[in-house]
DNA sequence: AAAAAACTGTAACAAATGTTACATTTGAGT
DNA sequence: ACTCAAATGTAACATTTGTTACAGTTTTTT
């Protein structure tokens, strides 16, 4: 792992200690290079080892036992994949975790993780501040698909989109995507989008959105 | 606290430590009661120390924005009131908490959490599985949410719950709670569970559920 | 035991969303 | 500039779920 990307690392970042090559090499890991879209890891394998990403990207997918995929996101090297359930009673895997592109990961055993964290409290802030951050992920994302109309979600998820409600701003996302991350079919939220953009609730040109009724849009939480 | 609590608690249990009552007075915390049905955290408050409850019990609602409310747990002391928040960079709480009879809490500051850590090996192993676990029931909720039909909810959980699929099993949940749970309508859920009873699928006695048909019910998911 | 409250079943109807299909537009690559 | 694939718009219709209302049942309280 590079100097920038070990700074850059949500766990191993700002750790105050002199030499970082001494700390990796003590580090008892093994690492291992994937292909592109391979299927590394399965909703349900045990986890008793932190995956830390190096290089590369991936894709995590929750799959719903009737088959949908409800996309949860796209995680970009250098990141811990799902280092929560390292520590939990069940250990296992809540997602599956498909690579986007050839990749490297260091499987680092439990027992190193914890010594670890016993001999430095800033990789033990790190670690539970990390963990902290994808439990409010998580709780936002919950909060998402617990909002039952299809405009409402559109609503709740452009506001915290647009950092100034007054100005237009970009979403990264097509239709297909957005529909995957609300859990609704394709073209029911292109017709809510269609009804919005009518009802003069906002406007959109290619993926630049806009706010035009703030009042509006708020109703739709109502 | 008393001994019996102390041992029970999800991160004070186990800790193998001499004496007890000495580790509890050098902790620096403020006890607080509050009456039944009182509000005490509301979503979006700031979390800048450990609420422990000590006695009672709460109830924390996820609310919408659309108004609904989507019921998420009930808590019985002792345990942390959302003990991963304490440590994420937006440190809010992501739910109302409201309490369900008189409570007792103790709240406890980060930095003395941080210093139990670091000086008993014990606390932060179970600091960590409990927020690993907080973390995994979280996604649990996610995937029940994510299935779109009602019936498929309900065939995922009663499979849940039943530890045998082949015995009845007790709901300890009314029809209320259920749709509550789901997201869904009271009356919606009740069309769900007659149907399904009517096509031979499930039997219910009060809340006394039994899988009949578990190809059938397992076809929900498809 | 009677009364009240909470819970459950169900029906008619409204509203929202899904499904399918296809036309149109956009964007990328040549 | 042309071609092809991907993305988007949209319409008709099916399906699911929500809403409201009320009656029957069970549980709790008095």
Redesign the interface.
């Given at each position: 792992m590079k100097h920038k990307d070990f700074d850059s690392c949500p766990i191993c970042g700002n750790l105050n200690i002199e030499d970082e090559e001494a700390f990796l090499d003590d580090l008892k890991c093994t690492t291992k290079v994937y292909p592109k879209n391979e299927l590394i890891i399965r909703q349900g394998d045990v986890c008793d080892a932190l995956y830390m990403l190096t290089l590369g990207s991936v894709k995590t997918e929750?799959i719903?036992?009737?088959?949908?995929i409800?996309g949860i996101e796209i995680i970009k090297a250098p990141r811990p994949l799902a280092p929560?359930?390292?520590?939990?009673?069940?250990?296992h895997f809540?997602?599956d975790i498909t690579t986007l592109e050839e990749v490297e990961i260091i499987k680092i055993p439990k027992s190193e993780i914890?010594r670890m964290?016993?001999t430095n409290?800033d990789f033990?802030?790190n670690y539970?501040?990390h963990?902290?951050?994808?439990?409010?992920f998580?709780?936002?994302?919950?909060?998402l698909?617990?909002?039952?109309?299809i405009k409402?979600k559109i609503?709740?998820y452009l506001i915290e989109q647009a950092q100034d409600t007054t100005k237009p701003f970009h979403i990264n996302r097509n239709q297909s995507e957005l529909a995957e991350l609300f859990?609704v079919a394709r073209p029911s939220l292109a017709r809510s989008l269609s009804e919005m953009v009518q009802e003069g609730i906002i406007s959109i040109n290619k993926k630049e959105y806009r706010i035009l009724d703030t009042n509006k849009i708020k109703e739709?939480?109502?």
């Open positions: 929750m719903t036992e009737n088959g949908n409800l929560a359930f390292l520590f939990s009673d069940n250990n809540p997602v914890m964290m016993m409290p033990m802030q539970l501040t963990n902290a951050n994808r439990t409010q998580l709780t936002n994302r919950l909060q698909l617990s909002i039952k109309t409402g609503a709740h859990g739709l939480f109502v």
